[in-house]
C-alpha cells in the first residue's frame, strides 16, 4: 500500500511561484506513474499533471506552460513546481502513486474507490 504525504500550499498574489511537495512511501515501485490532482471549492477534483515511469510529463491545459512536475528517485520525493500563479489555480492539491495511473485517464482513476488520497495542501491565489 502506498501512501503520500503533500506539502508545500501556501497563499500568494497573483504571478506568484510556489513549489509543493509528494512524498511517497510504501510498495512503490519504477513502474507507478505518478500524478498531481486539485480540487477547488464546490467542483469535482480534476488530474492536473503527469509523471510517466518513463520520465515523460503531461499537464493539463490549464497549467501547461506554467507548471512543472519532477520527481527526485533517491528520495521518492514527487515535485509540482507552479509559476504565474492565477486564482483560477486556488485549490487543495492532491497527490497519487499508482500503477493504475499509468493506463487510465483521470477521469476514469477518479473513480476507483481506493486510491490511497493524502491529506492534500491547500493553495491559495488572490488577485
Known amino acids: 500500500q502506498v501512501q503520500v504525504v503533500e506539502s508545500g500550499g501556501g497563499s500568494v498574489q497573483a504571478g506568484g511561484s510556489l513549489r509543493l511537495s509528494c512524498a511517497a512511501s510504501?510498495?512503490?515501485?519504477?513502474?507507478?506513474?505518478m500524478g498531481w490532482f486539485r480540487q477547488a471549492p464546490g467542483k469535482a477534483r480534476g488530474g492536473v499533471a503527469r509523471?510517466?515511469?518513463?520520465?515523460?510529463?503531461t499537464y493539463q491545459s490549464s497549467v501547461k506552460g506554467r507548471f512543472a512536475t519532477s520527481k527526485d528517485n533517491a528520495k521518492n520525493i514527487l515535485y509540482l513546481q507552479m509559476n504565474s500563479l492565477k486564482p483560477e489555480d486556488t485549490a487543495m492539491y492532491y497527490c497519487?502513486?499508482?500503477?493504475?495511473?499509468?493506463?487510465?485517464?483521470?477521469?476514469?482513476?477518479?473513480?476507483?474507490?481506493?486510491?490511497?488520497w493524502g491529506q492534500g495542501t491547500q493553495v491559495t491565489v488572490s488577485s
Open positions: 510504501g510498495t512503490t515501485s519504477s513502474r507507478y506513474c
Open positions: 509523471l510517466w515511469s518513463d520520465g515523460d510529463t
Open positions: 497519487a502513486a499508482d500503477i493504475r495511473l499509468c493506463s487510465a485517464t483521470s477521469d476514469l482513476y477518479l473513480q476507483f474507490p481506493d486510491v490511497p
